[in-house]
C-alpha cells in the first residue's frame, strides 16, 4: 500500500471491487491489504460520499453498500430569501519572485471577482517565493532575490482592484525572511496597500457574515495523497471551536469535501511547477475558488457551493522571466 496513491481514482476502482455481500477476507487477499489499511479505505469511501460497512452473515465478514450519498453540496432547506448570500474568492501560494509565478492568471482571477462584485479574496499564504538559506539551488529559481526586491514587488504589482479588499496570512515561504533578518512581509505590504490586510502568520480566523473561516498555511512536507493531509487537519480541530470553513494553503493541489461538518478547500496555487516539485514527484495545480455560500442568521451553512478554477499548460507563463517582464499590474480604479 504505501507505494499506492490514494486518490479518488484508486478508491473509486477499489469501491468498484467491494461487491455488495462480497467476503471481506477475499477481498483483502485479492489486493494484499491488511485491516489497519482497510479500515483507513473505508474511511476515504465515506469522505468521498459512498456509504459503506462492513456486516457480518452466517460468520463471514461481508460488505454492505448502501444507495443514498453524502454529497458536497448540501440542499437548502430554507426559503433562498431568508438566507445570507456571501460570495468571496479564494487564492494562495502566489510566490513572487519565482521564474514560475503566473502573476498573469491571479490578475484574470481578480477581473473575474470585480465583475462578480466581490468586495473580499482570500489569500492562504506564501505570498513570495522566500529565501531558503538551506537551499542553495534556489536563487537560480527566481528571478527577484531578498526582502527588499519580494517585498517591493507585492506592494507595486499585486492587483489592485476597486471595491476589493485582499485579506492574507503569511505562509512557510514568506517566513523565511523573518527567520534571516526578522523582516516581515505584511509590515511594509500592508503599511503601502490599504486594499490589503494582514491576519497573521500560518493561520487566521475570520467571520464573514457570521460564518466562521478558519485560513491555514500548514507547512512540512506535502503528500501524494490529496485528502490524506487535509483531513488530519480537521481532525486536530476542537469540537467546539470548528470552523464552518477551513482554507488550506501550501499544498499547491485543489481538492474540496466535508468532514466533521467542516468545509476543507485545498486552495490551488499561482506557480508553475518548480524544480523541487519535479524532483520530489508532487502535482502542482494552479488556479483558485470561488465560493458561493447562504447562511442563516447564526452563521450555519445550509447551501455551498464552491467552484473550482483551474488553469491548465496552455494558460501558464512556464518561460524564465516572461511573466517578469511581460505582466503588468491590474489596476481597476
Ligand atoms: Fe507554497
Ligand atoms: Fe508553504
Known amino acids: ?13 477499489l469501491y468498484k471491487y467491494m461487491k455488495n455481500n462480497s467476503s471481506v477476507e477475499d477481498f483483502m487477499e485479492k489486493f494484499h491489504i491488511n485491516s489497519n489499511e482497510l479500515n483507513g479505505i473505508l474511511e476515504l469511501c465515506r469522505l468521498y460520499g459512498k456509504n459503506i460497512e462492513i456486516i457480518k452473515t452466517d460468520n463471514t465478514l461481508v460488505f454492505k453498500k ?8 448540501t440542499k437548502p432547506n430554507m426559503d433562498y430569501n431568508k438566507l445570507i448570500h456571501t460570495e468571496i474568492c479564494v487564492v494562495s501560494d502566489t510566490h513572487f519572485g519565482n521564474i514560475h509565478q503566473q502573476l498573469h492568471l491571479l490578475n484574470k482571477v481578480y477581473k473575474e471577482a470585480y465583475n462578480r462584485g466581490i468586495d473580499t479574496v482570500l489569500h492562504c499564504g506564501d505570498m513570495v517565493d522566500g529565501n531558503y538559506l538551506n537551499r542553495p539551488e534556489q536563487p537560480r529559481q527566481q528571478f527577484l532575490h531578498g526582502f527588499d526586491e519580494q517585498a517591493s514587488y507585492v506592494v507595486d504589482m499585486y492587483p489592485k482592484v476597486k471595491g476589493i479588499t485582499t485579506k492574507y496570512i503569511l505562509g512557510s515561504h514568506d517566513e523565511t525572511h523573518y527567520k534571516n533578518g526578522q523582516a516581515t512581509i505584511n509590515n511594509w505590504v500592508s503599511r503601502i496597500r490599504k486594499d490589503m490586510v494582514y491576519l497573521g ?4 480566523s475570520i467571520n464573514i457574515n457570521g460564518i466562521k473561516i478558519f485560513m491555514d498555511h500548514p507547512g512540512g512536507g506535502s503528500s501524494q495523497s490529496i485528502s490524506y493531509k487535509p483531513q488530519k487537519r480537521i481532525e486536530i480541530l476542537e469540537s467546539n471551536h470548528k470552523p464552518k470553513i477551513l482554507l488550506i494553503g501550501h499544498y499547491h493541489k485543489s481538492y474540496s469535501f466535508v468532514y466533521r461538518n467542516v468545509r476543507g478547500i485545498e486552495v490551488p496555487c499561482f506557480c508553475g511547477k518548480t524544480q523541487f516539485q519535479r524532483k520530489q514527484g508532487l502535482s502542482n495545480v494552479v488556479g483558485a475558488y470561488f465560493l458561493n455560500i447562504y447562511s442563516d442568521s447564526k452563521g450555519n451553512i445550509q447551501y455551498f457551493e464552491p467552484e473550482e478554477i483551474l488553469f491548465n499548460k496552455n494558460d501558464m507563463w512556464d518561460e524564465a522571466g516572461k511573466d517578469k517582464n511581460k505582466v503588468k499590474q491590474l489596476v481597476i480604479k
Not at 500500500?1 to 476502482?13: A, L, Q, T, V
Not at 448502501?66 to 453540496?73: C, D, G, M, P, Y
Open 66 to 73: 448502501s444507495l443514498s450519498k453524502n454529497t458536497i453540496t
Open 1 to 13: 500500500m504505501e507505494e499506492k496513491s490514494i486518490d479518488i481514482e484508486y478508491i473509486n476502482k
Open 201 to 204: 502568520q500560518d493561520s487566521a
